[in-house]
């Protein structure tokens, strides 16, 4: 069965533009999990999605947003980009709620703000 | 602010040795899980211990749960190079999210 796919991989936007990202999760899968990885931070919790409901979101200015369609698919954007959003970008895709067991990884897609 | 503390940061051992890392968490949680990084890639997720477990097994892994300090270990046995990546802890405490430490990167050397 095929894992979690993001696209695109990799990106470059400069500073002021926007940059929407997307995750397709393992199918069956209804919970998606958005996550920002810098060296600083670490692994930030970004947002939660389950059949298209929001159920947690984490401490992101409003440029950050995101939504899941009916067939679970995910995409988060941000606007008015920021050097400080380079980092990688990570979608987890779970069964149900993230926790009750593992969550499976896409590869991220890596932006570069410039 | 992220929930789960690992330790040491980094380590770097000898093919065939030991290594084990640490993890600290501030708030009561359903179960812990531990995941690999291999540079610039996806976490791949290793193994789950719920919070009225001590200890668990997996292959090479042993993974051990006191709840009430809040850690937990991690320890890979026989060490190989493969296993050179970052791994870490990730708590769930009922809320719709995995909270990640910080990690530890493990190096081990041929």
């Known amino acids: 069965k095929a894992g979690v796919t993001q696209t695109p991989r990799y990106l470059i936007k400069t500073r002021g533009q926007q940059v929407t990202l997307s995750c397709s999760p393992i199918?069956?899968?209804?919970?998606v999990s958005w996550y920002q990885q810098t060296p600083g931070q670490g692994l930030q919790f970004l947002f939660e999605?389950?059949?298209?409901?929001?159920?947690n979101k984490g401490n992101f200015p409003g440029r950050f947003s995101g939504r899941q369609f009916s067939n679970s698919r995910s995409e988060m954007n941000v606007s008015t980009l920021e050097l400080g959003d380079s980092a990688l970008y990570l979608c987890?895709?779970?069964?149900?709620?993230?926790?009750?067991?593992?969550?499976?990884f896409g590869e991220g897609s890596r932006l570069t703000v410039l | 602010s992220q929930q789960g503390e690992e330790d040491p940061q980094a380590l770097s051992i000898q093919e065939g040795e030991n290594a084990t890392m640490n993890c600290s968490y501030k708030?009561?949680?359903?179960?812990l899980q531990w995941y690999r990084q291999n540079s610039g890639r996806g976490l791949v997720h290793l193994i789950l211990?719920?919070?009225?477990?001590r200890e668990k097994h997996s292959g090479r892994l042993r993974v051990t749960l006191d709840t009430s300090k809040k850690s937990s270990s991690l320890l890979i046995t026989a060490s190989r190079a493969a296993d050179t990546a970052s791994y870490f802890c990730?708590?769930?405490?009922?809320?719709?999210?995995?909270?990640f430490g910080a990690g530890t990167t493990v190096t081990v050397r041929a």
């Open positions: 708030t009561s949680i359903n179960n």
């Open positions: 990730a708590t769930d405490a009922n809320d719709y999210k995995l909270s």
């Open positions: 211990i719920r919070s009225n477990e």
């Open positions: 199918s069956g899968h209804r919970s």
């Open positions: 987890a895709s779970s069964s149900d709620r993230p926790g009750t067991g593992e969550l499976f």
């Open positions: 999605y389950f059949s298209e409901t929001q159920r």
